[in-house]
């Protein structure tokens, strides 16, 4: 009678493994095996981090071994499992591999096939077509889409983290649960103190290191020393946690009526503000999104206010960005003056602080929710619904949409729900932030998530012209390392651009993304449809590229960059100035987060920029899906691509008092999980 080796590897997390009784049937090309419990006399089976294998006599000859059914029935009381995958070993010596890494809650059953990926093409055998239909038939009904609010990319239906597939929830809850990181880091940085003392401002601007001084690091110890000049204020909009905002200006706005006698004495070069606008050395910031948005009502003692600022920079001499002139909100009048370098210590200090605390908000809201955490949720549902485990793309991606579900469902519970923590210390909590995100729908287009032609368009492509844009010299590495690695595994699994057009799975996936993600919106300019290699390797460069380095480089400087409360105020508590000449230190302190609010903040930030125990960084793939040699190797030279970079950027690092090292791909998770 034939005889199978099967060997069965648990999951190492925590409660993976299991005491419930396993049942195993192998299904062939002549016939389908008896099922057998996997059982070893006086042996704890399944436990976790264990590889265990088993021998399986069957009556007939089975044929090729083309799926693997599992049963997992309860013992005592239900206990899930997370199976890593199952080998087996048939009667010839050939070695079968199945990969799973999911999770069989209660009285579960699973059916794998094994781990070479397949279009759809290349199934012809009717149970193998047939098992790929039933798949994405069971995800569709477990993966909904939901609008959580009007005009929203729409996201996962399920109304809190424990709602969510066993598969795509945290290991542990507990790791990314807000209310208690938000505690832990109050506790931590020993502010616990201050957290109640709402309405309480500070005494001064030393009086802020009272909660700072406990985590200070390099980066933000140099953010609190040098944030009033203004080389450190110009250099944030380049290389700070939220680089995208700052473009080359083409022409000077109608709304913003500077003049060069205004600037002329922050001018080197003995040029009108029009030449030094032609000559290409201006620069523009506007954040006209937050123009007539709420600002936070929800704290009735408590009044909190918006700006809608331009800055204007200028590269200088010494080929640094330096601002030169600020307008706090987007009509010109006499109660909205244009401040000026030189102006009066404290008018511009305290613009230059609108500045910074508008950056915030749109860091925050669009930058960081918006176009990285709900984009990559986007594709993560729509992976899900549409492709199933053995398609070649779900197995590039799955890595990529790792616990983004999770966090965002968690966010949605705590962070950015009405009455979430959110609204706390944040100006446009309350609701602004939603309607922030609604404005942001319609810059959300495909191609500014192309990281090489999102810099183009702001002009700020030019690298000999404009230096020290260290987001974009890294990002273009990385970019460029994706796709270089997209192209490989594309190459391996469609032979012609006739191949992707006929993928219909995958022209589901994209029409997903599309429909419901970017809501049919043309305007959007998302592909409804992908008809060429070349096309498709670019449209996985965006996936893969937002959940990874483009989530890190506005993620993981949050600490850094907005610890350092008066360099990224949450929240001012007086209106912008309209007069020059008045403003005083007591009234910037007044105006500032009070001590309750400052701690929060400083929780956030802290929370916000910690990885992950055991984090997967940018081209580690523990868990095997594909198992095909030419995809191993491509992953490998992807991998020795990614070192390369890391090498490149620690090189430029060296002796720099500010290094950049977000977009290091030894600092760049796999995913969107925090
Ligand atoms: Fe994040």
């Given at each position: 009678m034939p005889s199978y080796t099967v060997t069965v590897a648990t999951g190492s997390q925590w409660f993976a493994g299991t005491d419930d009784y396993i049942y195993l049937s192998l299904v062939g090309s002549s016939g389908c095996s008896e099922k057998h419990l996997l059982d070893k006399p006086f042996y704890n089976d399944f436990e976790r981090g264990a590889v265990d294998s088993y021998d399986v006599t069957v009556d007939e000859e089975l044929g090729d071994i083309q799926l693997i059914k599992i049963e997992k029935r309860k013992y005592w009381l239900h206990d899930d499992w997370y199976l890593k995958y199952i080998t087996v070993k048939t009667p010839c010596g050939d070695y079968i591999e199945f990969p799973c890494y999911r999770w069989i809650s209660g009285e579960g059953e699973i059916v794998l096939r094994d781990g070479r990926a397949k279009l759809a093409c290349d199934d012809q055998i009717h149970i193998l077509k047939q098992h790929r239909r039933k798949e994405l038939e069971t995800r569709q009904k477990q993966y909904r889409w939901m609008e959580w609010n009007p005009g929203f990319p729409l996201s996962i239906d399920a109304k809190c983290h424990k709602d969510l597939p066993r598969d795509i929830q945290f290991d542990s809850e507990k790791g990314v649960d807000f209310v208690l990181n938000y505690s832990k880091a109050m506790e931590n940085l020993f502010i616990n103190r201050f957290m109640h003392?709402?309405?309480?401002?500070?005494?001064?601007?030393?009086?802020?290191?009272?909660?700072?001084?406990?985590?200070?690091?390099?980066?933000?110890?140099?953010?609190?020393?040098?944030?009033?000049?203004?080389?450190?204020?110009?250099?944030?909009?380049?290389?700070?946690?939220?680089?995208?905002?700052?473009?080359?200006?083409?022409?000077?706005?109608?709304?913003?009526?500077?003049?060069?006698?205004?600037?002329?004495?922050?001018?080197?070069?003995?040029?009108?503000?029009?030449?030094?606008?032609?000559?290409g050395n201006i620069f523009i910031v506007d954040f006209k999104l937050l123009d007539g948005i709420d600002a936070n009502k929800t704290d009735p003692c408590t009044l909190q206010f918006l700006a809608a600022p331009i800055c204007l920079l200028y590269k200088n001499l010494a080929n640094k960005i330096v601002p030169i002139a600020i307008q706090l909100n987007q009509v010109p009048g006499e109660e909205n003056p244009i401040f000026l370098p030189s102006d009066a210590k404290y008018d511009w200090l305290l613009a230059k602080i609108w500045v910074r605390s508008s950056d915030f908000h749109i860091h925050q809201t669009i930058t960081h929710l918006l176009r990285t955490h709900l984009v990559s949720e986007v594709f993560g549902i729509a992976m899900y619904r549409q492709l199933p485990a053995v398609h070649p793309i779900f197995k590039l991606l799955v890595a990529h949409v790792r616990f983004t579900i999770a966090i965002n469902t968690k966010a949605r519970e705590q962070l950015i729900c009405e009455y979430g923590l959110f609204d706390k210390a944040n100006a446009t909590g309350g609701g602004g932030h939603v309607q922030m995100v609604q404005r942001a729908m319609q810059d959300l287009t495909y191609t500014s998530l192309c990281f090489p032609e999102a810099i183009k368009a702001r002009g700020m492509d030019n690298t000999e012209d404009i230096p020290y844009y260290f987001y974009r010299d890294d990002g273009l590495l990385v970019w460029e390392a994706i796709k270089t690695f997209m192209a490989e595994v594309v190459d391996i699994y469609y032979k012609s651009d006739q191949v992707v057009e006929e993928d219909q799975e995958l022209q589901d996936f994209v029409k997903d993304v599309y429909m419901y993600g970017m809501r049919g919106k043309k305007a959007s300019g998302f592909p409804k449809c992908i008809k060429t290699k070349e096309k498709l390797c670019e449209y996985l460069t965006v996936v893969i590229f937002t959940a990874s380095a483009q989530h890190a480089a506005v993620n993981f400087g949050q600490y850094d960059w907005c610890s350092w409360i008066p360099n990224a105020p949450p929240t001012m508590r007086a209106p912008p100035p309209t007069a020059k000449g008045v403003v005083t230190i007591e009234q910037i302190v007044d105006t500032l987060p009070d001590r309750g609010r400052s701690c929060w903040h400083l929780g956030a930030v802290w929370a916000l920029s910690q990885f992950q125990d055991n984090e997967l960084f940018l081209g580690m793939y523990p868990e095997e899906h594909f198992i095909e040699k030419p995809v191993k190797e491509a992953m490998a030279r992807f991998r020795k691509n990614l070192d390369s970079i890391v090498s490149v950027i620690a090189e430029r690092n060296k002796n720099k008092k500010l290094p950049y090292y977000y977009l290091s791909p030894d600092r760049i998770p796999n995913s969107v999980a925090i």
């Amino acid at each position: 009678m034939p005889s199978y080796t099967v060997t069965v590897a648990t999951g190492s997390q925590w409660f993976a493994g299991t005491d419930d009784y396993i049942y195993l049937s192998l299904v062939g090309s002549s016939g389908c095996s008896e099922k057998h419990l996997l059982d070893k006399p006086f042996y704890n089976d399944f436990e976790r981090g264990a590889v265990d294998s088993y021998d399986v006599t069957v009556d007939e000859e089975l044929g090729d071994i083309q799926l693997i059914k599992i049963e997992k029935r309860k013992y005592w009381l239900h206990d899930d499992w997370y199976l890593k995958y199952i080998t087996v070993k048939t009667p010839c010596g050939d070695y079968i591999e199945f990969p799973c890494y999911r999770w069989i809650s209660g009285e579960g059953e699973i059916v794998l096939r094994d781990g070479r990926a397949k279009l759809a093409c290349d199934d012809q055998i009717h149970i193998l077509k047939q098992h790929r239909r039933k798949e994405l038939e069971t995800r569709q009904k477990q993966y909904r889409w939901m609008e959580w609010n009007p005009g929203f990319p729409l996201s996962i239906d399920a109304k809190c983290h424990k709602d969510l597939p066993r598969d795509i929830q945290f290991d542990s809850e507990k790791g990314v649960d807000f209310v208690l990181n938000y505690s832990k880091a109050m506790e931590n940085l020993f502010i616990n103190r201050f957290m109640h003392m709402f309405q309480s401002s500070w005494s001064d601007f030393a009086d802020f290191e009272k909660i700072f001084v406990r985590i200070s690091n390099t980066i933000s110890e140099r953010v609190m020393n040098h944030w009033q000049e203004d080389l450190m204020f110009g250099y944030q909009f380049l290389n700070g946690c939220n680089p995208v905002m700052i473009q080359r200006c083409l022409k000077l706005p109608d709304n913003l009526p500077v003049t060069t006698e205004m600037v002329e004495c922050s001018l080197e070069r003995q040029l009108t503000l029009e030449q030094e606008v032609e000559q290409g050395n201006i620069f523009i910031v506007d954040f006209k999104l937050l123009d007539g948005i709420d600002a936070n009502k929800t704290d009735p003692c408590t009044l909190q206010f918006l700006a809608a600022p331009i800055c204007l920079l200028y590269k200088n001499l010494a080929n640094k960005i330096v601002p030169i002139a600020i307008q706090l909100n987007q009509v010109p009048g006499e109660e909205n003056p244009i401040f000026l370098p030189s102006d009066a210590k404290y008018d511009w200090l305290l613009a230059k602080i609108w500045v910074r605390s508008s950056d915030f908000h749109i860091h925050q809201t669009i930058t960081h929710l918006l176009r990285t955490h709900l984009v990559s949720e986007v594709f993560g549902i729509a992976m899900y619904r549409q492709l199933p485990a053995v398609h070649p793309i779900f197995k590039l991606l799955v890595a990529h949409v790792r616990f983004t579900i999770a966090i965002n469902t968690k966010a949605r519970e705590q962070l950015i729900c009405e009455y979430g923590l959110f609204d706390k210390a944040n100006a446009t909590g309350g609701g602004g932030h939603v309607q922030m995100v609604q404005r942001a729908m319609q810059d959300l287009t495909y191609t500014s998530l192309c990281f090489p032609e999102a810099i183009k368009a702001r002009g700020m492509d030019n690298t000999e012209d404009i230096p020290y844009y260290f987001y974009r010299d890294d990002g273009l590495l990385v970019w460029e390392a994706i796709k270089t690695f997209m192209a490989e595994v594309v190459d391996i699994y469609y032979k012609s651009d006739q191949v992707v057009e006929e993928d219909q799975e995958l022209q589901d996936f994209v029409k997903d993304v599309y429909m419901y993600g970017m809501r049919g919106k043309k305007a959007s300019g998302f592909p409804k449809c992908i008809k060429t290699k070349e096309k498709l390797c670019e449209y996985l460069t965006v996936v893969i590229f937002t959940a990874s380095a483009q989530h890190a480089a506005v993620n993981f400087g949050q600490y850094d960059w907005c610890s350092w409360i008066p360099n990224a105020p949450p929240t001012m508590r007086a209106p912008p100035p309209t007069a020059k000449g008045v403003v005083t230190i007591e009234q910037i302190v007044d105006t500032l987060p009070d001590r309750g609010r400052s701690c929060w903040h400083l929780g956030a930030v802290w929370a916000l920029s910690q990885f992950q125990d055991n984090e997967l960084f940018l081209g580690m793939y523990p868990e095997e899906h594909f198992i095909e040699k030419p995809v191993k190797e491509a992953m490998a030279r992807f991998r020795k691509n990614l070192d390369s970079i890391v090498s490149v950027i620690a090189e430029r690092n060296k002796n720099k008092k500010l290094p950049y090292y977000y977009l290091s791909p030894d600092r760049i998770p796999n995913s969107v999980a925090i």
